[in-house]
Nanobody, 119 residues
């Protein structure tokens, strides 16, 4: 019931910046969290950052201070990535967690967008 449309990403040099955008639509309910995960080849998918509808934010330790997450009233979540390094190279996935009334947590994923940091 939740659809995620991602945009952004691409190839940047070390020290550069990128912006990722994810537009969420559908049945988000009152309590929800939008954010980004990433997965490099052969590695486990990991949380990058997320933000709840009430404004609570979580960052991975290795991106805190470099990345900034935000969302607007249209349920679009933005990830601003600064001072990118080769270790940031991965496929980035938009993620939505919704909390229906009297029902279990629901999790949704975008299709993924590639970010490559390389000379």
């Amino acid at each position: 019931q939740v659809h995620l449309v991602e945009s952004g990403g691409g190839l940047v040099q070390p020290g550069g910046s990128l912006r990722l955008s994810c537009a969420a639509s559908g049945r988000l309910f009152v309590h929800n969290t939008l954010g980004w995960f990433r997965q490099a080849p052969g590695k486990q998918r990991e949380l990058v950052a997320d933000i709840s509808n009430s404004g609570e934010i979580n960052y991975a330790n290795n991106v805190r201070g470099r990345f900034t997450i935000s969302r607007d009233s249209a349920n679009t979540v933005i990830l601003r990535m600064n001072r990118l390094a080769p270790d940031d190279t991965a496929v980035y996935y938009c993620n939505a967690k919704v909390y229906p009334i009297r029902a279990p947590l629901e999790t949704y994923w975008g299709q993924g967008i590639e970010v490559t940091v390389s000379p």
